[in-house]
């Protein structure tokens, strides 16, 4: 199927849409392509952004909604704030694909509930292999997708394409990758994601000391809080929503933890990332929870 009849088909049917393929097949900007022609339809539209490291709505380690309807000019740029978030704690799905699938999904729900007719989940590349496989499947299970859009690229989307025809009553388009896109380095895209995190933080942070008991997963006895130092966490409201990120520091003179975010409101429980970053953006590796807290 061509791009135009793709549009088309969403257009005539507004819907939830999954977007699938691997890493730079264009469904970004066939998502957001989309949305601008909805509006131009008159039909209000969302995106759900369940990529985790290069992504649109909200900052790195998120998935974020955001609803498009107040939007005058739609570009990449006027995406950034989201309207609702979900913490993954992470840059990439492997390991982390329950936070992943539970907060698209409840976003997709926020969406529904917003009442828009029109909603598109763009994803992350992360389609192959049984972990690959295991996220899109349990990802369509969960967001019930009236379409979903299949980005292919030779022949590594065929499983998926397979479990979505066999496996759900979405309808399936499938669309070849244009050859003019141009595949990013590793580096463009760690650079992307080092300014995705950068703007996020330079709206301005504030520090506050934080106890030690507002974390989940819960902190051992005579847990060693120095090991925490530059962890991403994410800031729960206690009512079910992250409305942020922050990073925290660990100050050694006074041994208590800090965290440094722009968001300072309606905080009252903090998630515990598994990366650690500074606030310019700079990963400084991932970390593994398990050995930290010497739990399975
Ligand atoms: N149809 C297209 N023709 C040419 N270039 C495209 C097309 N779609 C996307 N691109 C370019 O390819 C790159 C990757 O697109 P993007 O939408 O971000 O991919 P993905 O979200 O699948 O990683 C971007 O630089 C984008 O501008
Ligand atoms: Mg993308």
């Not at 989201?82 to 936070?99: K, M, Q, S, Y």
């Not at 397979?162 to 309808?171: K, L, N």
């Not at 106890?211 to 009512?239: I, N, S, Y």
Request: hydrophobic share 40%.
């Amino acid at each position: 199927m061509d791009l135009e009849r793709a549009y088309d088909r969403l257009l005539e049917n507004p819907g939830v849409v999954l977007l699938l393929g691997g890493i730079d097949t264009g469904k970004t900007t066939f998502g957001i392509e989309l949305v601008r022609r909805a509006a131009a339809a008159g039909i209000s539209a969302a995106i759900v952004d369940a990529e985790v490291g290069q992504s649109t709505v909200g900052p790195p380690t998120t998935v974020g909604l955001r609803l498009c309807a107040d939007i005058q000019e739609l570009t990449r740029e006027s995406l950034l704030v989201a309207d609702e978030l979900g913490f993954v704690g992470n840059i990439t799905p492997r390991g982390h694909l329950l936070p992943l699938v539970a907060g698209t999904a409840r976003l997709v729900a926020k969406a529904r509930e917003a009442g828009c007719p029109m909603i598109v989940v763009d994803t992350t590349g992360y389609t192959s292999g049984i972990n690959g496989q295991s996220l899109k499947y349990h990802k369509m299970q969960t967001v019930r997708p009236d379409f979903v859009v299949a980005f292919e690229r030779g022949g590594e989307l065929e499983p998926i394409v397979g479990i979505s025809h066999r496996f759900t009553p979405a309808e399936v388009l499938e669309l070849d990758v244009a050859q003019e896109i141009d595949v990013r380095s590793a580096e463009e895209r760690m650079s992307f994601r080092e300014q995705q995190f950068q703007s996020y933080f330079a709206t301005g942070t504030s520090r506050w000391r934080v106890k030690p008991t507002v974390f989940m997963p819960t902190l051992p006895p005579e847990f060693d809080m120095r090991l925490l130092d530059a962890l991403v966490v994410g800031m729960e409201d206690g009512k079910g929503s992250c409305v942020g990120i922050g990073v925290l520091e660990y100050d050694a003179s006074e041994d208590f933890l800090r965290m440094v975010s722009p968001v300072t409101e309606g905080v009252r429980g903090l998630r515990l990332g598994s990366i650690k970053i500074d606030t310019d953006g700079r990963s400084k590796g991932p970390v593994d929870m398990r050995y930290l807290f010497r739990s399975e």
